[in-house]
Each structure stands twice: as structure tokens, then as C-alpha cells.
């Protein structure tokens, strides 16, 4: 936004370390994701954030995959997310990986051996968690816990070389088992997978834990400030504590409240759950909340930015409502986004007095909120036109505008028409509008004097295209399905996407342009879907004209 704002915390703190010299001036954040799935429009605020901070003060963002996890990452991912990154602006100036570090991060965890402060505990995960005690109550240390440094150096070379099976023994780093901050108690550095990896193979059967991989990963990489959000506060004590003991580079971590928006989820866990289920199409599925569904639905980086702008930086966790979001592309699309016209529940109307073998050019501007239109296009009028069912009524009330017998209406960037008689099918549907037209009424050389209150768009029977035209809509039917007592799938809404298979469109949107916003006039806003062919045009709809949303009634307890 162009408005003058005030700083946020993590600004304040910026311009305090460049005043005062420390880090020498340096301005290094990282963006480090997990390559187990999707972004989300979360990790969106958390990218704005660390690169935006670091333009802002001459500095560098690296883009760091936290892949510690052989078993749930897949490289799938890692090209998923950088094309994410790019996509939304930005670059890295590094793409660096956890696992770049495994030799250093083994060294690192010798080295605290030596010290006496991590042992090799031979103790099953229960058997652990039991251990720690509660936060009222100390834990209770093992007799693992006193093993010599030698022992615990040979049998942590030994979990390196692969002599025991998964879970067998664990590296633990030896803190305080009384500590008030249960991450303190002990807390695991390194288990044993035997798993395939997606970049080291087979070389390691060891992986760091993500305490000890984050923390030491920012240090090698001299990151001057690594921002986190709010659940990290507790893992902060051990970041230092582990830095600290290693006497390693003193990067510093920060926290701030996560993105949380209203009728969506944003688990990994539970979007891989709507897809494997099969409740939406993909990762990319435009009612997902994922970098690439919005994308694929329509949504511009400079919506999403101005987005991640509008919503702010703060210390304390908030939902923030949708229709915001939903706001910032209407804004974004008003200016940049071609007018077309398309029928969506087409009925026909037949112009009785225009010559029946006559086509006329009319034009359109693309972009009237633009300077200049941003130029134009020519659409074919004839004597037959499609226009939306909704523009038509037998009896209309008072104060509609539209048509019916008596009643005219301007068509678009065309004449005024006057509807004469309607057409029905046996099952009493109306098939068919008559109407005359002005002559003298064309759009821009009016001479009729005549004055309607109403204008419909249409298109030309004889050059229309057909389309695939999917409305989609909010996934969820309340604000927060993972905050309610009932398995969140319940409150999937069941008219998230409606699909109109025949549409028709004007036959200058058969070359429209992939990743490119239409306003369809008086429809909404839609792009076109990657699975679109020239046989098969299909047109998302990203937004709404204006918000019109209305939750429908909730299940009421279980299924």
C-alpha cells in the first residue's frame, strides 16, 4: 500500500541492530520450509516478511529447505516452492539446504559430546516422554545419562554407521531436567531412519532433530535475524542455549503471530488430507488455500503482497477474515483486468427488425478504469444474441430494470432494445426473447434521445465460443473448521464449486491469455484453467464482483 505506516516490532528491531553496528550493518534473513508439502497463502505473510525486510534495508534472504525429514520430503516439493518464491517476486540469494550441513551438524553434536552435554540414551520414545515429567514436576534422569564421553562418542559413531535399527537409541543433549521450559528437559538431537533421502541417498541413517538443525543451520549461515512465528517461543531458550554452547555465530530468533484466515484450514496435515481423500483436485485445486491454488484460481502476486501488507505484523495471534484477501484481488483486477462479455445460463433473443443475414462491429474497451482503456477490441453483433436467463422475467415487478414484454434495456456497448413476446417449450420454460431495436441507439452515436435504466451484456449466437465456466467458492461453511468439536471434513461446503459447462463467450477470449484476469461484465472475474484446450476453453472464476457471501446452514453435530 502507498500510505505511510508506522514501524512494526520487527522493523524497530532492524534499525536498531543497523544503529547500532551490530552485525556489522548486515541485513541477512532465511525463508526455511519444509519440503513435505504446498505453500500456503501463511507461508505467503512469512515470505513477504523475511525478503520484504531484508529489500527494505539493502539486505539478502536465503531460501534454506529445512529437509532433516527423509520420510515426508520429496523433491516434488522443493520445485513447488521455488517456483512459489519466484512467483510472488521474489529472489534468494542462496537456495540452501539443511542437509548441505549434515557433516557440520555431526561435528557440532561431537563436540557437545566432548563437553559432557549430549549422551546417547537408550530409552524408547515413552519411555522419554515419561521421564521429562510435567511442567509442575522435575524429570527424572536415566542411568543412560551418565554414560562417560567415550561411550557415548564410540555409540553415536556407531548410529552413524548403521549398526542399530530405527528407534533403537536417540542422542540427547543434556540441559536441565528441572527446567521450567519443558524443551529444555533433555531434548533430542538425533534419531535413526533408515531412509532414503532426496538429495544424500543413503549416506546418512542419522537425522538431526529440527532444535538442533535450525538453530546451528541460521549460525553457519551468519543469518542476522531469523523470524519465526509464535510457537517457536518456547524452542527459543534451546536455540540460544545450543549457540551458545557451541560458541557459534549469535544469530538471534524472533517471533510473530502467524497468518490465520477464516473458512480455510491451514495444517499441511489436513490440505494433504483433502487431497488424498480425494475432497479436491490437487495441491493446486483453486478452492485450496496453497500458493498454487490461488495462483491457478487467479490471484496476482500483487494481491497477495498488498495482502500480506494490509494484514501487518504483529506479537499476538488473530483471525483474519477472508473478505479481506478477496478485497485486495478485486482491487488488483479492477485495474488490471480485460472486460469481456459471457453468458453463464444463457436464454436467446432474437432482434425481429435487424437484418437477418447482418453482422455489425461494435467495440469494447479492455480496461475503462486504465488510462486509455489500455485499447480494445471488436465484437460481433447479429440479429440472434445470447443473454444471461436471469435478464429476463414473464412478469417482472416495479422496479426491474431489465427485460420483459414493454419493458428496454441498452446493450452493451450496443443498441436498446424492447422485448416484444417470449417463446416457451412444452414444459413451460422460456426458450426465446423477441425484440426490436433503436437504429439511432447505437453506444457512442446515440441520436434516440431515448433513456434506459438498465444495460445487460451479451454475445453474438453466430460468433460465440463455449466454455467451461467453474465457480468456485469458499471450501469451508464455517469460520474456523478446526476450532469446532466435530472431524473438520464435516463442514466442507458442498457448493464450493459449481461447473457450467456451457457458457458462452466472446470469440476474442478463445486466444485469452494463461495466467491473465478477465472481468467477465457483471459476472465476476475469472482466468483461464491450466487444463484448458483449444477444444475445451474452461474459465475459473477468481472473485466475485463484490462480496456476497453468505455461509449455508451448517451440519448440526455429527455426521
Same mark, same amino acid.
Not at 386 to 392: G, L
Given at each position: 500500500?502507498?500510505?505511510?505506516?508506522?514501524?512494526?516490532?520487527?522493523?524497530?528491531?532492524?534499525?536498531?541492530?543497523?544503529?547500532?553496528?551490530?552485525?556489522?550493518?548486515?541485513?541477512?534473513?532465511?525463508?526455511?520450509?519444509?519440503?513435505?508439502?504446498?505453500?500456503?497463502?501463511?507461508?505467503?505473510?512469512?515470505i513477504?516478511?523475511?525478503?520484504?525486510?531484508?529489500?527494505?534495508?539493502?539486505?539478502?534472504t536465503?531460501?534454506?529447505?529445512?529437509?532433516?525429514?527423509?520420510?515426508?520430503?520429496?523433491?516434488?516439493?522443493?520445485?513447488?516452492?521455488?517456483?512459489?518464491?519466484?512467483?510472488?517476486?521474489?529472489?534468494?540469494?542462496?537456495?540452501?539446504?539443511?542437509?548441505?550441513y549434515?557433516?557440520?551438524?555431526?561435528?557440532?553434536?561431537?563436540?557437545?559430546?566432548?563437553?559432557?552435554?549430549?549422551?546417547?540414551?537408550?530409552?524408547?520414545?515413552?519411555?522419554i516422554?515419561?521421564?521429562?515429567?510435567?511442567?509442575?514436576?522435575?524429570?527424572?534422569?536415566?542411568?543412560?545419562?551418565?554414560?562417560?564421553v567415550?561411550?557415548?562418542?564410540a555409540?553415536?559413531?556407531?548410529m552413524k554407521?548403521?549398526?542399530y535399527?530405527?528407534?533403537?537409541?536417540?542422542?540427547?543433549?543434556?540441559?536441565?531436567?528441572?527446567?521450567?521450559?519443558?524443551?529444555?528437559?533433555?531434548?533430542?538431537?538425533?534419531?535413526?531412519?533408515?531412509?532414503?533421502?532426496?538429495?544424500?541417498?543413503?549416506?546418512?541413517c542419522?537425522?538431526?532433530m529440527?532444535?538442533?538443525?535450525?538453530?546451528?543451520?541460521?549460525?553457519?549461515?551468519?543469518?542476522?535475524?531469523?523470524?519465526?512465528?509464535?510457537?517457536?517461543?518456547?524452542?527459543?531458550?534451546?536455540?540460544?542455549w545450543?549457540?551458545?554452547?557451541?560458541?557459534?555465530?549469535?544469530?538471534?530468533?524472533?517471533?510473530?503471530?502467524?497468518?490465520n484466515?477464516?473458512?480455510?484450514?491451514?495444517?499441511?496435515?489436513?490440505?494433504?488430507?483433502?487431497?488424498?481423500? !480425494?475432497h479436491?483436485?490437487?495441491?493446486?485445486?483453486?478452492?485450496?488455500?496453497?500458493?498454487?491454488?490461488?495462483?491457478?484460481?487467479?490471484?496476482?502476486?500483487?494481491?497477495?503482497?498488498d495482502?500480506?501488507d494490509r494484514? !501487518?505484523v504483529?506479537?499476538?495471534e488473530?483471525?483474519?477474515?477472508?473478505?479481506?484477501?478477496?478485497?485486495?484481488?478485486?482491487?488488483d483486477?479492477?485495474?488490471?483486468?480485460?472486460?469481456?462479455?459471457?453468458v453463464?445460463?444463457?436464454?436467446?433473443?432474437?432482434?425481429?427488425?435487424y437484418?437477418?443475414?447482418?453482422?455489425?462491429?461494435?467495440?469494447?474497451?479492455?480496461?475503462?478504469?486504465?488510462?486509455?482503456?489500455?485499447?480494445?477490441?471488436?465484437?460481433?453483433?447479429?440479429?440472434?444474441?445470447?443473454?444471461?436467463?436471469?435478464?429476463?422475467?414473464?412478469?417482472?415487478?416495479?422496479k426491474?430494470?431489465?427485460?420483459?414484454?414493454?419493458?428496454?434495456?441498452?446493450?452493451?456497448?450496443?443498441?436498446?432494445?424492447?422485448?416484444?413476446?417470449?417463446?416457451?417449450?412444452?414444459?413451460?420454460?422460456?426458450?426465446?426473447?423477441?425484440?426490436?431495436?433503436?437504429?439511432?441507439?447505437?453506444?457512442?452515436?446515440?441520436?434516440?434521445?431515448?433513456?434506459?435504466?438498465?444495460?445487460?451484456?451479451?454475445?453474438?449466437?453466430a460468433h460465440?465460443?463455449?466454455?467451461?465456466?467453474?465457480?468456485?467458492?469458499?471450501?469451508?461453511?464455517?469460520?474456523?473448521?478446526?476450532?469446532?468439536?466435530?472431524?473438520?471434513?464435516?463442514?466442507?461446503?458442498?457448493?464450493?464449486?459449481?461447473?457450467?459447462?456451457?457458457?458462452?463467450?466472446?470469440?476474442?477470449?478463445?486466444?485469452?491469455?494463461?495466467?491473465?484476469?478477465?472481468?467477465?461484465?457483471?459476472?465476476?472475474?475469472?482466468?483461464?484453467?491450466?487444463?484448458?484446450?483449444?477444444?475445451?476453453?474452461?474459465?475459473?472464476?477468481?472473485?466475485?464482483?463484490?462480496?456476497?457471501?453468505?455461509?449455508?446452514?451448517?451440519?448440526?453435530?455429527?455426521?
Amino acid at each position: 500500500m502507498s500510505e505511510e505506516r508506522s514501524l512494526n516490532f520487527l522493523e524497530e528491531i532492524v534499525e536498531e541492530d543497523l544503529r547500532t553496528g551490530k552485525y556489522a550493518g548486515r541485513v541477512l534473513t532465511r525463508f526455511p520450509p519444509e519440503p513435505n508439502g504446498y505453500l500456503h497463502i501463511g507461508h505467503a505473510k512469512s515470505i513477504c516478511l523475511n525478503f520484504g525486510l531484508a529489500l527494505k534495508y539493502g539486505g539478502k534472504t536465503n531460501l534454506r529447505f529445512d529437509d532433516t525429514n527423509p520420510v515426508k520430503e520429496d523433491i516434488e516439493y522443493v520445485d513447488s516452492i521455488k517456483e512459489d518464491v519466484k512467483w510472488l517476486g521474489f529472489e534468494w540469494a542462496n537456495e540452501l539446504y539443511a542437509s548441505d550441513y549434515f557433516d557440520t551438524l555431526y561435528e557440532f553434536a561431537v563436540v557437545l559430546i566432548k563437553k559432557g552435554l549430549a549422551y546417547v540414551d537408550d530409552s524408547s520414545a515413552e519411555e522419554i516422554a515419561a521421564q521429562k515429567g510435567t511442567p509442575t514436576e522435575a524429570g527424572t534422569p536415566n542411568q543412560f545419562r551418565a554414560r562417560s564421553v567415550e561411550e557415548n562418542l564410540a555409540l553415536f559413531a556407531d548410529m552413524k554407521a548403521g549398526k542399530y535399527p530405527d528407534g533403537a537409541k536417540v542422542l540427547r543433549a543434556k540441559v536441565d531436567l528441572a527446567s521450567h521450559n519443558m524443551h529444555l528437559r533433555d531434548p533430542l538431537m538425533y534419531r535413526i531412519k533408515h531412509a532414503n533421502h532426496h538429495r544424500t541417498g543413503d549416506t546418512w541413517c542419522i537425522y538431526p532433530m529440527y532444535d538442533f538443525a535450525h538453530g546451528q543451520s541460521d549460525a553457519i549461515e551468519e543469518i542476522t535475524h531469523s523470524i519465526c512465528t509464535l510457537e517457536f517461543i518456547p524452542h527459543r531458550d534451546l536455540y540460544n542455549w545450543f549457540i551458545e554452547q557451541l560458541e557459534i555465530f549469535p544469530s538471534k530468533q524472533y517471533e510473530f503471530a502467524r497468518l490465520n484466515l477464516n473458512y480455510t484450514v491451514m495444517s499441511k496435515r489436513k490440505l494433504l488430507q483433502l487431497v488424498t481423500e !480425494g475432497h479436491v483436485e490437487d495441491w493446486d485445486d483453486p478452492r485450496m488455500p496453497t500458493i498454487s491454488g490461488l495462483r491457478r484460481r487467479g490471484y496476482t502476486p500483487a494481491s497477495i503482497r498488498d495482502f500480506c501488507d494490509r494484514i !501487518g505484523v504483529a506479537k499476538r495471534e488473530n483471525m483474519i477474515d477472508v473478505s479481506l484477501l478477496e478485497f485486495c484481488i478485486r482491487e488488483d483486477l479492477n485495474k488490471t483486468a480485460w472486460r469481456r462479455m459471457a453468458v453463464l445460463d444463457p436464454i436467446k433473443m432474437v432482434i425481429t427488425n435487424y437484418p437477418e443475414d447482418e453482422t455489425e462491429t461494435m467495440f469494447g474497451e479492455n480496461n475503462p478504469e486504465a488510462e486509455g482503456g489500455e485499447g480494445g477490441r471488436e465484437i460481433p453483433f447479429s440479429r440472434e444474441l445470447w443473454i444471461e436467463r436471469e435478464d429476463f422475467m414473464e412478469e417482472p415487478p416495479k422496479k426491474f430494470f431489465r427485460l420483459g414484454v414493454g419493458l428496454s434495456v441498452r446493450l452493451k456497448s450496443a443498441y436498446i432494445v424492447t422485448c416484444n413476446s417470449f417463446v416457451k417449450d412444452a414444459e413451460g420454460n422460456v426458450t426465446e426473447i423477441h425484440c426490436t431495436y433503436l437504429p439511432e441507439s447505437k453506444s457512442g452515436h446515440d441520436t434516440s434521445e431515448l433513456k434506459v435504466k438498465g444495460t445487460i451484456h451479451w454475445v453474438s449466437v453466430a460468433h460465440a465460443k463455449t466454455a467451461e465456466v467453474r465457480l468456485y467458492d469458499r471450501l469451508f461453511q464455517v469460520e474456523d473448521p478446526s476450532n469446532e468439536d466435530n472431524d473438520f471434513k464435516e463442514y466442507l461446503n458442498p457448493h464450493s464449486l459449481q461447473i457450467l459447462p456451457n457458457a458462452y463467450i466472446e470469440n476474442d477470449l478463445a486466444t485469452a491469455i494463461p495466467g491473465k484476469g478477465y472481468q467477465f461484465i457483471r459476472k465476476g472475474y475469472f482466468t483461464l484453467d491450466k487444463h484448458s484446450t483449444a477444444d475445451k476453453l474452461v474459465f475459473n472464476r477468481t472473485v466475485t464482483l463484490k462480496d456476497s457471501w453468505k455461509a449455508p446452514q451448517p451440519p448440526k453435530g455429527g455426521a
